[in-house]
C-alpha cells in the first residue's frame, strides 16, 4: 500500500461521512476514510471489482449531500476500496477540502450536474 500513497498528487484529508454507492445493478452503503478532488479511500457494504465506474452520494452533514457521477475503482480489497474521479467531478469533491468544511464536517452547496 506504500506504493500507492507514493502516487499520489495531493495530500488525502481525513473525512469521515456516509457514502451510498451503486454501479446500476446494485445499492450499498459505507463510509469514507479519506478523499481529495481527484480520489478517496472507502469502505463499504458491497465488494466491487478494479475499473468498476460508480455513482456515489456522499453525505458530510444531514443537511446537505454530495453527487458524484462517475468514481471509478483504482483497487479493491474486500470491502476497502480506492477511487478515481471524473475530472468533471473534481471541482465537486474540492468542496470538502475547504477550510470551513475542515473546520466544520459541513458542505456548503449541494452540487448537482
Known amino acids: 500500500m506504500t506504493s500507492l500513497s507514493n502516487k499520489r498528487r495531493d495530500i488525502r484529508t481525513s473525512v469521515s461521512c456516509p457514502v451510498y454507492y ?6 450499498a452503503s459505507g463510509m469514507t476514510e479519506n478523499l481529495t478532488n481527484r ?6 457494504t458491497h465488494l ?18 454530495l453527487i458524484v457521477k462517475k468514481a471509478t475503482v483504482r483497487w479493491a480489497d474486500e470491502a476497502h ?3 478515481e474521479l471524473n475530472e ?5 469533491v474540492a468542496e470538502l477540502d475547504d477550510v470551513n468544511i475542515q ?11
Open 22 to 27: 451503486s454501479n446500476g445493478d446494485f445499492h
Open 39 to 44: 480520489g478517496g479511500c472507502l469502505q463499504g
Open 48 to 65: 466491487v471489482t478494479v475499473g468498476m465506474e460508480l455513482l456515489m452520494l456522499l453525505i458530510p452533514t444531514a443537511k446537505h449531500a
Open 81 to 83: 476500496f480506492g477511487v
Open 88 to 92: 468533471a467531478d473534481c471541482g465537486t
Open 103 to 113: 473546520r466544520q464536517q459541513a458542505l456548503i452547496s449541494f452540487m448537482t450536474h
